[in-house]
């Protein structure tokens, strides 16, 4: 009871951010939550109509099953031996999602018939109600079966009628208490509905809401308001495949297919700076490899489409800054909680940054391994596993409950040219009366970063450098660090430093032992990454 009544504040700080839609949505979803499908049927007495949508670009192949109900997904597989399970929780609520979400329709080699059966199972799981109906991956599924039964051209009245009543949840069920990608998500989906059902109701409700989204979440300079790389690929993808087969229909909106089509290519644009030069790209935030598409593979897509960005953009509203030259690629995140209202999967990382020598990561971050509430998922979204500042341990930002943020610091960038970046947060103002500013130097063959903690409190504050487990770190002294035996980082004002393990994400559940850096410090401290 006490531990409750302490979390009020904290609880009050979150709040404090959400839109009254959702807060509004939340109270009608959980006082009447829909338990089965059923009565989202259409008339067995009226026929369906399913028209097929013409797809151009072929989806790239991946693996997730086999034929004796084995799956694969996120770095752990299960074998269903009594058949599956389709609310199965052992491996967390997002392993679940990737089983219903039905990408295996996709898979070359899988027999056919045992992607119908499953597909059957699964529907009639929801509509009896041994499987709760949740919109997200109704959506991503219903994709998937559009993009299957249009290429095979199949018409099963079982797998239709079930489809199209996931559909008729779905666009009773939009997830405004959410926001952000999940009601993009719904809206992708009911679009692709909307034509391949011709229900011209689903249609006209997806544009209303892409055109009111797609307005607000594509930021100016292209990035996805959500400042996650990896959801920003995952996000462009849906475009891409929006032009594709949307471009391939008849009696189409020609002023709302330009609407999508200038803003993919912002999103083209802004992805193709901030991915690095061997494809990868910065793990801010929630961001992890194995997810979404490669920016490899979205870049062709994009061509196929003949997508181009027509204005010249350069980052600016998202946050994020790159610097480059022939040596290294510098990624630094002055980047606020974003969205404001759906911070789920923000981290405490303001004037954090990631940097690449010679086409290699050097210092990285923790990264995302899981969205499983627990100590885990507290940890890499805490401060101390990205390459910024805390104070006495504590993070910038209140990130809690696995995909909540309560009190964060707010980002201000004073200086922005080539070769310096200044910003500063308040993150600690309130709590430790410090203002944390962060200077930037970029030169030829070294980038010097000077921490200032603006306060008149004699505290402790601690700089974070993580490296990348393909690093070889020797310690020379206490303020000379070689990495590789071809680059040095030095620290100057230091109280006195330390090597610690961590682990370090290569994917969802899956990690690797590396080694970081904290230095501890009081008001001024100065790091120089030099190659030799």
Known sequence: MIAAIKKIPLIYRTITYLKAVQLFYQL???????????????????????????????????????????FSFLNLKKKFNNGIDWNFQEFGKLWNYNLQYFNYLHQPGLNDSLKQGWLKEIGAWLKDGRLKPEPYPISLRAMNVIRYLSEKELHDIGIVSDIYAQLNYL?????????????????????????SFENKRWEEKAKNILYQQLDEQILKDGGHFELSPMYHQIIFFRMLELIDWYSNSSNIDVDFLEFVKEKAGKMLSWLQIITFQNGDIPHFNDSANGIACTSAELFIFAEELELVCKDEISLSESGYRKFKNSKYECIVDAAPIGASYQPGHSHADALSFILYVDGRPVLTEAGTSTYQIGATRDIERSTSSHNTVDINGVSQSEVWGGFRVGGRANVKITTDKNDIFIASHDGYKQKFNAVHQREFNFGESEVVIKDSINTSSDIVSSAYFHFHPDCEIVQQD???????????????????????????????NQCRTSVGLAVHFRKHLETCVSFL
């Open 478 to 508: 206490n303020k000379n660090f070689m990495i590789n035996s071809r680059h040095k980082l030095s620290i100057e004002n230091a109280d006195n430093s330390e090597l610690k393990k961590f682990n370090y994400s290569t994917g969802f």
């Open 171 to 195: 666009g009773e069920n939009i997830e405004y208490h959410l926001l952000g990608n999940h009601l993009l998500e719904n809206a992708f989906a009911l679009m692709m509905g909307g034509r």
């Open 28 to 70: 009608k979803y959980r006082l009447f939550g829909v338990t089965s499908l059923s009565r989202y049927y259409p008339d067995p007495k009226k026929e369906i109509k399913f028209k097929p949508l013409t797809f151009g670009v072929k989806l790239p192949d991946a693996y997730y099953a086999d034929e004796q109900a084995g």
